[in-house]
């Protein structure tokens, strides 16, 4: 029998600065001011944050908190962060079914401002699959562009997109950040080619460029095609198409391409 999830869910990934909890509390707040009576809420995953703009329904640091650690084990900033997923990950079931019975429809998921804590240790892969069991599941990446990157910058963030989608095992939906800062920039139609392996007259300066352009052309057969959406956590722009390509996510019916 066909399982019905009814608590639709976000995670929201980036790079530290790219504006991950930033967009969690504004687009939870703009969920819940354009969709009442939808219950948004936020998630905070990050043991490490000492200020927050939102009150988390979940918070994580009431299970370990990086500064406590650091305090009660005597650990630098870096180990505590390593140790606290540890914790988390050794008290697995309990933050899953925690968050699996939150009173809420929809959940936006803020993850650590250090995103290899999360997507590149045994934690983010274990929760993505724990969570797909009581709620559908999808991941936004934040690329953090601003005017003046190198082309390898651009390639290279681009990419991780695609590297977190194969290490999570999760849709990862690639969102521009900060667009508002573009200056007239189409910055977006090119990490569009290269998350499609179409570069077009895409060309670097150099052989590292040379190089990260013929990694796209491989890594885009593995994923499926989607478009790439500028938005502006700061200033709420492209939230109506982030929610319109998870829907199609989720129900699997869109063209996404």
């Not at 540890?86 to 429809?105: A, G, M, Y």
């Not at 989608?165 to 569009?192: A, C, F, M, Y």
């Not at 670097?204 to 990260?212: I, P």
Request: proline residues 5%; negative net charge; aromatic residues 8%.
């Amino acid at each position: 029998m066909l399982k019905v999830l009814s608590m639709d869910a976000v995670i929201v990934l980036g790079t530290a600065g790219s504006g991950k909890t930033t967009f969690t509390q504004r687009y939870s707040s703009w969920l819940r001011e354009n969709f009442v009576p939808v219950r948004s809420c936020e998630v905070n995953l990050d043991p490490g944050v000492i200020d927050l703009p939102y009150t988390p329904v979940y918070d994580i640091r009431d299970l370990v908190f990086v500064s406590e650690l650091m305090r009660r084990e005597g650990l630098g900033p870096n180990g505590a962060l390593v140790r606290a997923t540890e914790i988390v990950l050794e008290n697995i079931d309990d933050v899953v079914s925690r968050i699996c019975d939150l009173p809420c429809d929809y959940l936006v998921i803020d993850t650590p401002g250090q995103m290899e804590i999360f997507a590149f240790r045994p934690l983010g892969r274990i929760l993505c699959d724990s969570l797909s069991s009581c709620m559908n599941l999808a991941a936004v990446f934040l690329g953090d562009y601003e005017p003046g990157r190198e082309l390898e910058d651009v390639i290279s963030s681009a990419l991780l997109a695609k590297i977190l989608e194969l290490r999570l095992g999760t849709i990862v939906i690639p969102l521009l950040n900060k667009s508002d800062l573009w200056e007239g920039e189409s910055i977006d139609k090119v990490w569009e080619g290269i998350l499609k392996g179409e570069l077009g007259g895409i060309t670097g300066k150099g052989v590292l460029s040379e190089v990260l352009l013929e990694i796209s052309r491989a890594v885009s057969s593995f994923r499926s095609p989607i478009r790439v959406t500028p938005i502006s956590s700061r200033e709420g722009i492209g939230f109506q198409e982030v929610f319109d390509i998870l829907n199609e996510v989720w129900c699997s019916c869109g063209d996404m391409t």
